[in-house]
């Protein structure tokens, strides 16, 4: 899932990839803590609920940073979002 852009005429360096970073973590896993200490406190029903939508949000998070692809070439920015259907913004 590299970055590939190719242009017969001229050749594009990748001067710079950049990575999304941890911070896209902190709700999902604020809403993981909000279900575990609701279960702590006997609200069973709705504590296993909201720990399992924050794990399915980590879940979603994590794919998101594993496939999103940033960088920045001399003559481009290019930006790829998607697992099975791939958006690239040129």
Do not use: H
Not at 13 to 25: E, L, S
């Amino acid at each position: 899932m590299a970055f590939q852009y190719s242009e017969q005429s001229t050749i594009d360096r990748i001067i710079y990839k950049a990575n999304i970073t941890g911070y896209v973590y902190v709700i999902p896993i604020f809403i993981c803590l909000i279900g575990l200490y609701l279960i702590l406190i006997s609200y069973y029903p709705v504590g296993f609920i909201i720990l399992s939508l924050g794990i399915l949000y980590v879940i979603k998070q994590w794919l998101y940073t594993l496939t999103t692809e940033l960088y920045i070439t001399n003559k481009l920015v290019v930006a790829k979002y998607g697992l099975i259907q791939r958006d690239t913004y040129l």
